[in-house]
């Protein structure tokens, strides 16, 4: 495979825990970040500490990283969850904004200046293999009745605590967890760089995570997973015409908001288990159809056009 | 276009892979990337522009002998948008899909340091343009095999601000703004400081904003209540346009200086009269008999002046075509080791380059002042 | 002492900068209930129309600044049927609301980058760059006109919503939507003429901004700290939008004057996260509670 190839392939995987992180604290519980490439620039920035100062191997940087970016969440959480989202939302922005100046104002590790020289210890398969302990572990906690009590808190807050859920516990529930894939992203995306650099944290990273959350579907991992690699190879591919890519973002996103907020997979799973379940219905129809020579067909699959289509 | 390219790389790739570089082969392909999108884009298209400029020239001549062989130089550019991970990205691209012996750029330090495991585990040589920062190069004292520049470094242009303020301008307490969150303010800042200071000068106040900030009035309004003789303004023209109109807003009416962050035809159109008088430290002259030539061939050719990072991507051509002349074969290796015992005569001055730091050893800045919204050569200062 | 005064100085005017975006930013909160990021992109446009009627149309300033501002109405009236009003119609839920105008925020500031192009631009001088001198304080022309003119445009948005019908209509879809609609009210009018009153705050805030600052696409970006004087002042309150405003921009200047330049925006931060964690209404904020 040549290095170019690699190194997209292993952005993507970064990328894509990041994202998994944040599609558990947007599209699931329903909050929305300004600020979660404040989280991926503490976990990079505890990650190196770890792994360049003190000595420590990888893994012990990696979990160092979703600890500490844990911590600092669940801070935020505290002083800002018990109040309307938009009081999140800008405590956020004014976090990452705050992250980034301390970084910057800190020479210990570089400051403005960036941190040269971090072991290049991110390889495909170290990510490859985070990326599948974070599937699955998202996968069974969304699934689980915490999964749908964060729907729930999502859709209709006033109405789920009405019915009995403890909403403050379960949006901080997702901080938490999304924070501490945020830090391992940042962990993993500093060991592949060799330098990091507050500049690499800003709000337009933690908007682009967002965008592909959005692209992906709210409430669909697969969709994440999906939105992830596509979205990071496409502005390689469309290199020519990149200065069009955030204007037709933009739109997209009101678009997918008006027309189809579920995003691209509009809430349906990849599992072994729809795939199964998909053919089935499949054949099903098909028995039908060659029985009474149905006169249309069932679009509830591929579904209403493309979000993009609505403005 | 795209398969073209992939056609000739992989003809490329195999002339070398299978008899270093013989008869078939006639082409070199060399890497470019910098901004050509974003803020930054000025700069990049100019660095871009220049590059593909001097190739096509030098191909019109004859092209560059390499170990008794005539080749032809074909440049290939990505834009990184000023980002470091875009910049891992282009430069592995460069390197493994579309294999240049050498790649030119950028202009960011924050670009050009993460891109070095790259480069060794490729053995292509990269030759920064106006990256600065001391650690492009050099990395816990030891030299990085693959990485070189063709400009002078941070402390070296700290240290002839300080110098030129100091003794010239006989200026004994100096005032500094800077942009904390840029990695180019923040070098000079500190060198600035540390010369000043070493030659009995004093720092009267240290003060900072973040990029993206727009008013600077609470933090002039401090460094009036001290009364300097300068302030030190270390950043882009756009900041400085501001802070100048602010300062002069206020009353204060001292000499500012910076770097070579200010030169633009923009500095003067926004800040007009609250430069006026004011240095700034510079790669070169812009009026030097050596840089006339290149000036008018790029003007002729895209009808629109060169910047600054025209005049060094010029002089890592130069530099370039040098040591692919000594290198016997067109590999990265060769020129690298090549690179290394380079000592040319370019447009900005001489460039002999240190083996110890892979800087340009000793060359001289240049010191501009404003008058009547021109850019004024002052005279040549080097630093001790 | 004579720093001090000329600081104080410097803040009032740093925060009527931010109150004059915090109005318009908190008058379609206390409707919608919701934040609209794109103000900041509104704010822009403000500018770059103010900027073109100037250099191209030529036009007098005046007329500049009135053109600037019609547009910006028109523009934000704009997003709203086209981002908003499919949301609002089926009752989503907020979040959805907040990605709109995200999605927003991005398409505005980036169709400026892909067709004007990202360099900033300068406008002409009007007012003059000297400043007027009390004694030791110097104090900016241009911001003691835009002192000037923020302060009659908000008398008139108060005066607006105080005396006229649409006025106390939009007072009364404040406090309940729903109810107002009930009773009569055209609460989709009402929501139109909110988002164009809104629109015509930024266009103010663009021109002065643009005169002020120069104009460039992420020069929205200040924005964000007027919605964190906003949440200072009390979501929702347009008295309490203009006191956090101004008490930001004191803060600010106080701190970066007298403490640290270099921590400035971290120690507003950590008042900002004090002030939620002891009075997370604001200063004059309304309930937190959802309107359900």
Aim: charged share 15%; hydrophobic share 50%.
């Amino acid at each position: 495979m040549s290095s170019y190839i690699e190194g997209i392939l292993m952005l993507s995987g970064i990328n894509l825990i990041a994202v998994l992180g944040l599609s558990l604290l947007t599209g699931f519980a329903g909050l929305f970040s300004f600020g979660h490439a404040g989280f991926m620039a503490i976990g990079a920035y505890s990650a190196a500490v770890c792994t360049k100062l003190l000595g420590l191997p990888f893994v012990a940087a990696i979990a160092a990283a979703a600890l500490v970016a844990a911590g600092v969440s669940w801070l935020i959480g505290r002083a800002t969850l018990k109040l309307k989202g938009d009081y999140f939302c800008i405590a956020t922005l004014g976090f990452g904004e705050a992250i980034r100046l301390i970084l910057d104002n800190f020479q210990g590790l570089g400051g403005a200046r960036g941190w040269p020289g971090i072991p290049p210890r991110t390889t495909l398969l170290n990510i490859l293999i985070l990326d599948v302990i974070g599937v699955v572990l998202l996968a069974n906690l969304v699934r689980s009745r915490h999964g749908r009590n964060m729907i729930a808190v999502r859709e209709e807050e006033l109405a789920a605590k009405v019915a009995g859920i403890d909403t403050f516990r379960y949006k901080m529930l997702a901080l938490v967890i999304s924070a501490a894939y945020a830090g391992v992203a940042g962990a993993l995306l500093g060991h592949y760089m060799t330098f990091i650099q507050p500049k690499m944290f800003s709000m337009v990273k933690s908007t682009e995570l967002t965008i592909i959350v959005i692209f992906g579907g709210l409430g669909s991992i697969s969709g994440s997973v999906l939105g992830a690699v596509v979205l990071t190879f496409l502005p390689e591919l469309l290199r020519a015409v990149d200065k069009w890519r955030l204007v037709v973002y933009g739109l997209a996103v009101i678009g997918i908001m008006i027309g189809r907020p579920r995003g691209l997979m509009g809430g349906f799973e990849l599992t072994p288990k729809s795939i199964r379940a998909h053919f089935a219905r499949r054949r099903e129809e098909r028995a039908i159809k060659a029985g009474r020579a149905a006169e249309d067909g069932d679009e509830a699959l591929s579904g209403e056009a493309d979000g993009k289509g609505g403005l | 276009m795209r398969i073209r390219n992939i056609v000739a790389a992989a003809v490329v790739a195999l002339a070398l892979a299978s008899c270093g570089g013989e008869k078939q082969a006639d082409v070199i392909k060399v890497g470019w990337f910098g901004a050509l999108t974003g803020d930054q884009a000025v700069w990049g298209n100019n660095e871009f522009n220049t590059v593909k400029m001097l190739f096509e020239e030098i191909n019109a001549a004859g092209g560059v002998t390499v170990g008794g062989k005539a080749y032809t130089l074909e440049a290939v550019g990505y834009d990184n948008k000023g980002d470091a991970q875009e910049a891992v990205n282009v430069v592995r691209r460069l390197t493994s899909q579309d294999k240049v012996v050498a790649v030119l750029g950028p202009n960011a330090s924050g670009n050009a340091i993460p891109i070095a495991p790259i480069l060794e585990g490729a053995k292509v040589p990269d030759i920064a343009t106006v990256a600065t920062n001391p650690k492009v190069t050099v990395l816990d004292g030891k030299v990085k095999p693959y990485n070189f520049r063709v400009c002078f470094i941070d402390p070296y242009q700290g240290a002839v601000a300080a110098g030129y303020a100091f003794d010239v301008l006989g200026a004994r307490r100096a005032a500094v703004l800077y942009d904390v969150s840029d990695d180019y303010s923040q070098g000079l800042r500190e060198f600035f400081i540390e010369n000043f200071e070493k030659k009995g000068g004093a720092v009267v106040a240290d003060e900072s904003f973040k990029s993206g900030d727009v008013d600077f009035r609470p933090q002039l309004s401090k460094i009036k209540a001290q009364n300097p003789d300068i302030i030190f303004m270390p950043y882009f023209f756009k900041e400085v346009a501001l802070s100048a109109n602010q300062a002069r807003e206020l009353g204060i009416t001292q000499v500012l200086m910076g770097g070579d962050g200010w030169p633009s035809d923009q500095l003067i159109s926004m800040g007009g009269a609250a430069v006026e008088g004011c240095y700034f430290v510079n790669h070169l002259d812009y009026e030097d008999p050596d840089v006339a030539d290149y000036k008018a061939r790029y003007l002729k050719k895209y009808g629109i002046e060169t910047e600054l990072n025209g005049y060094l991507v010029h002089d890592a051509v130069v530099l370039l075509v040098d040591a692919l002349k000594r290198a016997g074969e067109p590999s990265g290796e060769a020129i690298a080791k090549a690179l290394e015992s380079a000592d040319v005569k370019g447009i900005t001055g001489r460039i002999k380059i240190s083996p110890q730091t892979h800087n340009p050893e000793g060359k001289d800045a240049a010191i501009i002042k404003i008058v009547g919204g021109k850019y004024i050569f002052q005279q040549k200062y080097a630093a001790e | 002492m004579a720093q001090f005064l000329q600081q104080m100085v410097n803040g009032l005017s740093i925060g009527s900068v931010y109150a004059l975006m915090a109005v318009g930013y908190s008058l379609v909160y206390s409707i919608m209930n919701f934040s609209n990021f794109a103000h900041g992109g509104v704010i822009m446009f403000g500018a770059y129309f103010g900027f073109f009627a100037m250099t191209l149309l030529k036009l007098p300033f005046v007329a500049s600044f009135a053109l600037a501002f019609v547009g910006t109405a028109v523009l934000a009236v704009v997003i709203e049927r086209v981002a908003y009003k499919p949301l609002r119609e089926r009752s989503a839920p907020f979040l959805y609301f907040i990605i709109s105008a995200m999605g927003a925020s991005i398409f505005l500031e980036n169709i400026i980058i892909a067709t004007i192009g990202p360099t900033f631009r300068t406008y002409p001088d009007v007012f003059g760059r000297t400043s007027i001198s009390l004694g030791s304080v110097s104090i900016g022309r241009l911001d003691l006109i835009m002192f000037v003119i923020s302060a009659v445009c908000l008398t008139g948005l108060v005066l607006f919503i105080d005396k006229t019908k649409m006025g106390r209509a939009i007072q009364a879809s404040a406090y309940n939507m729903k109810a107002a609609a009930l009773m009569g009210v055209n609460t989709d009018r009402v929501v139109m003429i909110v988002f164009a009153l809104g629109g015509m705050l930024a266009g103010i805030a663009g021109v002065f901004f643009g005169m002020k600052y120069t104009v460039y696409p992420q020069i929205g970006n200040i924005t964000t700290k007027s919605f964190v004087a906003a949440v200072f002042g009390g979501l929702g309150s347009l008295p309490g939008a203009v006191l956090g405003s101004v008490l930001l921009g004191v803060i600010e200047t106080l701190v970066a004057g007298y403490l640290s330049s270099q921590f400035r925006d971290l120690i507003a931060f950590v008042i900002l996260i004090g002030v939620l964690v002891f009075r997370p209404t604001g200063i004059m904020g309304k309930t937190t509670e959802d309107k359900a």
